[in-house]
């Protein structure tokens, strides 16, 4: 098991339900795919440095979860394409001491 630090920015249209809604649906992805415990933390609307399909700002929550390294390619699979997740990435990280 590995740690993965996971960023996501949402589509700036949603409503604060359904960022709720969204976050929670990508936890649970990550959790079916594997992953041990799932951290996240919403931080907020953010202006984006460029536009992204067709947006310019975007809702960013970050991911914490720790899971087999095998296992980071069937997540993004199964996240290329949901709808409401303008873009994302997920990166290997340190364990905090």
Do not use: C, W
Not at 20 to 40: D, L
Not at 44 to 63: D, I, R
């Amino acid at each position: 098991m590995r740690n993965y630090e996971a960023m996501f920015i949402f589509h700036p249209g949603l409503k604060d339900e359904q960022l709720e809604k969204e976050a929670g649906t990508v936890e649970e992805i990550i959790k079916t795919s594997g992953a041990g415990s799932v951290r996240y933390q919403l931080l907020g609307k953010k202006v984006l440095a460029y536009p992204v399909e067709k947006q310019k700002e975007g809702y960013y929550v970050n991911y914490e979860f720790s899971i087999a390294p095998d296992r980071i390619e069937h997540i993004k699979d199964k996240l290329k394409h949901h709808g409401n997740v303008l873009r994302f990435m997920i990166i290997s990280r340190e364990k905090r001491k």
